[in-house]
């Protein structure tokens, strides 16, 4: 029997378009998107910045620094936060009802600026009773202690919780903490995942 269902965050509940900021970003400073995702990606920016290693100021220096861009730091953190979409794909409906019968848990790889964003543009998040948070526990999934940490805001053994992420490597991290898991490919999947293991909502 389930006791706690954990989530992700990107995904899952809100679809991310991360051509939007890159494209938004090109145009401030002038490089191709292409090339900006691409000096992105071979940097490890992005993991000091979700794991926690380096602050929001910081990390926007060596942005700028990358991109060769001149911006304010709340221009570049409105552009940053192009890439979620408005509508999600797990109805606040679902979530309302879950809650009143099960712990949930939020489960997110994610950083100090889009999380104030995303708390303001998705009133839905207040309906989790825990949040564990990649640059608050300073390590990513599949880290062994974003799950850990999950576990422990969590009601029942690892085995009463159910976990759902986009990212299959994830999913299978959650597997080897006992959890029970399964990729999330659509609000009708996770429906059929749920209600194989007896969660009505």
């Known amino acids: 029997m389930l006791k706690t269902i954990i989530l992700d965050l990107g995904n899952v509940i809100v679809p991310l378009n991360f051509p939007a900021a890159y494209d938004a970003m090109s145009s ?14 071979t940097t490890g920016l992005f993991h000091a910045f979700e794991s926690g290693s380096i602050e929001p100021e910081e990390f ?44 949930l848990v939020l489960l997110s790889n994610t950083n100090a600026i889009h999380i104030p964003f995303l708390r ?5 998040l ?6 564990v948070l990649s640059h608050e526990v300073r390590q990513m999934k599949p880290g062994a202690a974003m799950y850990l940490t999950a576990l422990s805001h969590a009601d029942g053994t690892p085995e009463e919780c159910f976990f759902t992420d986009d990212i ?34």
């Open 126 to 131: 207040r309906h989790f009773h825990a949040q």
């Open 28 to 41: 401030r400073c002038g490089v191709p998107a292409a090339e900006l995702q691409k000096r992105f990606a």
């Open 60 to 103: 926007f220096r060596q942005s700028m620094e990358l991109i060769g861009g001149e911006m304010t730091f709340a221009e570049f953190s409105e552009i940053w936060c192009l890439i979620f979409l408005p509508q999600t794909f797990i109805p606040e409906s679902m979530l309302l009802s879950l809650r009143e019968r099960y712990r």
């Open 168 to 201: 299959a490597a994830y999913v299978e991290g959650a597997r080897a903490h006992g959890i029970q898991a399964e990729q999330f490919l659509g609000l009708e999947k996770l429906e059929k995942d749920l209600r194989a293991r007896g969660v009505e909502w």
């Open 120 to 124: 303001a543009q998705y009133p839905l």
